[in-house]
């Protein structure tokens, strides 16, 4: 079982950063893939980013590649998404997931946190 919980959202202005944060209380977190997805109401799960187990791979949406970061920190069972740059369209609730394969569908991964809400003004 893998338990996660995102933090670092809020309310920022338009061309400010955050870094969210994915933290897991799973010992088998180094061994899974773990993607952020976001999401607004009404409207479908979008994905944002994923890194391997190790951290030495991650991919990206294309619109975000320029402007997002993925990292994670084994030791510490966690995750980061560094978001520069950030626009009113970047507004959503953002959520990280595990799972024991890639993929770019949220129905790929097991585990979900409750999210963090990401609100940008312009």
């Known amino acids: 079982q893998v338990q996660l919980v995102e933090s670092g959202g809020g309310l920022v202005q338009s061309g400010d950063s955050l870094t969210l944060s994915c933290a897991s209380s799973g010992r088998t977190f180094k061994s899974y893939f773990i993607a952020w997805f976001r999401q607004a109401p009404g409207k479908a799960r979008e994905f944002v980013a994923l890194?391997?187990?190790?951290?030495?791979?991650?991919h990206y949406a294309t619109s975000l590649r320029d402007r997002f970061a993925n990292s994670r920190d084994n030791a510490m069972n966690s995750v980061f998404l560094q978001m520069n740059n950030l626009k009113p369209g970047d507004t959503d609730l953002y959520s990280c997931a595990a799972g024991p394969l890639a993929g770019w569908k949220s129905d790929k991964y097991d585990y979900w946190g409750q999210g963090t809400q990401v609100t940008v003004s312009k």
């Open positions: 890194i391997n187990g190790s951290g030495d791979s991650m």
